[in-house]
Structure formats: structure tokens, C-alpha cells
Nanobody, 121 residues
Framework: QLQFVESGGGLVQPGGSLRLSCAAS????????IGWFRQAPGKEREGVSC??????YYVDSVKGRFTISRDNAKNTVYLQMNSLKAEDTATYYC????????????????WGLGTQVTVSS
């Protein structure tokens, strides 16, 4: 059974850090692109970062602050988020697409349930 379990969200002050985890089961990471997406109420869903065996991608607003990585042995993808800003507040989702390609939500067909990140003083 294909599953994603996201964890690591929470409430953090501006400038703080969080590490999100996406534990995958039912498949191995090899051959897929895993993405982190975020969506705030009333706002568009945004591709934050994606990783494949060939490349990584970051949306401009998080470059230099976020780092995506994977642990194949644990079948888990991480998103290390540093220097968090209020505008990073959203529900964060991990998702899967076949192969390597655009970090754009319509291409991703399998999704986790999300974890909430709130950045507030």
C-alpha cells in the first residue's frame, strides 16, 4: 500500500528552524521525484522543493534557507527549513511523481495528508 506520513511541523518563531519528514512506504524512492508543496488557506498551492536522483529544485523564495534531502535506507525525504518567515506558514505536503520532471503539483499523483507549519512571534 502506497503511503506518505509527514511529520515535523509545528509552531516556530520567525528565524527559527524545523525539519519536516516524509516517510514513504509501498515503494522505494529510486525512480521517482518526491516534492514538498505548501498551501495556505485561500492561496495557491506552491511547489517548495523537489528531489530526484538527478537534481533538486527550490522555489526562489526558499533558496538558501531550505534544504531537501533523502535517506534511501529509511525511505524518507526531509525538508530542513531554516530562517523561517511568517510567509512560510502553510500546510506542507509531500507527494510523488514518476521519474524526474517539473516540480509542479499537477504532475504529482500520490500525496500525503500534510503537516502544519506556523511561523509566528
Amino acid at each position: 500500500q502506497l503511503q506518505f506520513v509527514e511529520s515535523g511541523g509545528g509552531l516556530v518563531q520567525p528565524g527559527g528552524s524545523l525539519r519536516l519528514s516524509c516517510a514513504a512506504s509501498g515503494f522505494t524512492l529510486d525512480g521517482y521525484t518526491i516534492g514538498w508543496f505548501r498551501q495556505a488557506p485561500g492561496k495557491e498551492r506552491e511547489g517548495v522543493s523537489c528531489i530526484s536522483i538527478y537534481s533538486t529544485y527550490y522555489v526562489d523564495s526558499v533558496k538558501g534557507r531550505f534544504t531537501i534531502s533523502r535517506d534511501n535506507a529509511k525511505n524518507t525525504v526531509y525538508l530542513q527549513m531554516n530562517s523561517l518567515k511568517a510567509e512560510d506558514t502553510a500546510t506542507y505536503y509531500c507527494a510523488r511523481r514518476l521519474g524526474s520532471g517539473y516540480c509542479s503539483a499537477p504532475f504529482f499523483t500520490s500525496w500525503g495528508l500534510g503537516t502544519q507549519v506556523t511561523v509566528s512571534s
